[in-house]
């Protein structure tokens, strides 16, 4: 309503499209944030609720396509409000790829926040004398870029990080906030990320190779010969990032971005499926699940680790395989046993508040007593009863050669060099650059 105009003014009609729109958005906005409530692991528990507040976010978003002009003129809708309900499904297909691994979301989560940035959705926020809407477009900038480091878009990244490095300078020069720092961690840690990304190997003769991380058509190298092809499928992946020597506050490292790259098949982008190119509307997903489902856990405790690997084995189907990778610092023994068991040679640290000096974890225990706060090999022998692949990248990678197959399931170890070749040290600026991490903890 405009000037002095009541509502008895507004037709019927008009009325009943304002009030379906605030109970659209306010149901909205009640099931979006009841997503933080639901469990982080389990295939089933979340589905029926996500796929509520996605049916919502839809209605929404066609309600105000088709009632556009009444939106403007009787309930004063502003861009950034359709800005704001188009980044949330940005969100929504970015969770969902999260949750069931489908690349296919990370292009859908793209589109919308791509058309948000076209359509300069957020450009009148910073006319308006709110600072909470101008950390509404810096968070949405912050998830852009996330998503486009996903899809491997480095051009688009390195142009989305001038824009909010400029938008982060407006920010803290108008409004004099206390969060500066924050923010301008958040272009550090990208910096660093981009720097670190793509990966960089060398081949015979010593020169650097730039290699893709995802699976492409035509790029799988062909079975040996004699080898039998659909015996054991790669189900589930457990992806532990827990290095000291990384940014921080951090969720993402790079060596758990490069896997979970290196576990999934390029995006198929589902607006060319569907038909729908062009058009700015959530998408059906696709029939079958093409990647193996991942859980991306950053410096989790030893209850958290085991609370996942738990719900992973037992969700496990029939001829599947659980894949572990362990990037984290080694945790060494600290006296020599009689007996050397699978609890005597440490292992990969877990998640603590206990003190570290100069990256290294201060030892407050009796020399006589295991590490409690380490993922010891035995820790893992309960969940040899099913196919194990195990992918130990870590100072004490040795810890795990002893790995012991109790149960006679297929297990297979991998096991990292525990230190640089001199050959790749030259390559590696430092441990900073190599354990570089994006932080996605404070602007998602």
Known sequence: MTGAETEDDIPLGERKTVTDFCYLLDKSKQLFNGLRDLPQYGHKQWQSYFGRTFDVYTKLWKFQQQHRQVLDSRYGLKRWQIGEVASKIGQLYYHYYLRTSETSYLNEAFSFYSAIRQRSYYFQVNKEDRPELVVKKLRYYARYIVVCLLLNKMDLVKVLVKELSEEIEDYTQRFNTEDQLEWNLVLQEVAAFVEADPVVVLNDNNSVVVTSNRLQEGTVPPLEQGMVVGQLVLADALIIGNCNNQLTPVELTIDMFRMLQALEREPVNLATQTSKQGTLEPNEKPAKRENPHKYLLYKPTFSQLFTFLSASFKELPANSVLLVYLSATGVFPTGHSDYEGPYDFGGVLTNTNRD????????????????????????????????????????????????????????????????????????????????????IKKSL
Request: proline letters at 7%.
């Open 356 to 439: 570290v000096v100069n990256g290294e974890t201060v030892q407050k225990r009796n020399q006589a007593q295991k590490e409690m706060h380490c993922l010891h090999p035995g820790d893992l022998f309960p969940f040899t009863r099913k196919p194990l692949f195990v992918i130990v990248d870590s100072s004490n990678s040795t810890a795990y050669k002893n790995f012991t197959n109790l149960f006679g399931q297929p297990l297979v170890c991998l096991l990292s060099p525990t230190v640089y070749p001199k050959s790749v040290q030259g390559v590696c600026n430092s441990k900073t650059t190599v354990h570089s991490s994006i932080n």
